[in-house]
């Protein structure tokens, strides 16, 4: 089992910064992938970011101004965003992938204001 908690969210103004954290416990690795996920209001679930042993990747909408990084000794994933646009108001989900199973943390409401 593992969980996932995430926090950091809350209102900003467009062009501002926010950095999410996710702390992770229970049987996970450094090898586990962990990532970012967002559901903006009305829409599905979509991918941030993800973090593996390959590196990180990034959707499109997002490169250039949001940045994952993972402590493995600490057991978190931070999501940094920066440049943040009214678009990216969403709801922010921590996942792992572990031992063949998927993980959610309860997300974080991410609100940026125009």
């Known amino acids: 089992q593992v969980q996932l908690v995430e926090s950091g969210g809350g209102l900003v103004q467009t062009g501002g910064s926010l950095r999410l954290s996710c702390a992770a416990s229970?049987?996970?690795?450094?090898?586990?992938?962990m990532a970012w996920y967002r559901q903006p209001p009305g829409k599905e679930r979509e991918l941030v970011a993800i973090?593996?042993?390959?590196?990180?990747n990034y959707a499109v909408s997002v490169k250039g101004r949001f940045t994952i990084s993972r402590d493995n000794a600490k057991n978190t994933v931070d999501l940094q965003m920066s440049a943040l646009k009214p678009d990216d108001t969403a709801v922010y989900y921590c996942?792992?992938?572990?031992?063949?199973?998927?993980?959610w943390g309860q997300g974080t409401q991410v609100t940026v204001s125009s």
């Open positions: 996942n792992a992938f572990a031992a063949g199973n998927i993980y």
């Open positions: 229970g049987s996970i690795s450094s090898d586990n992938v």
């Open positions: 973090t593996s042993g390959a590196g990180a």
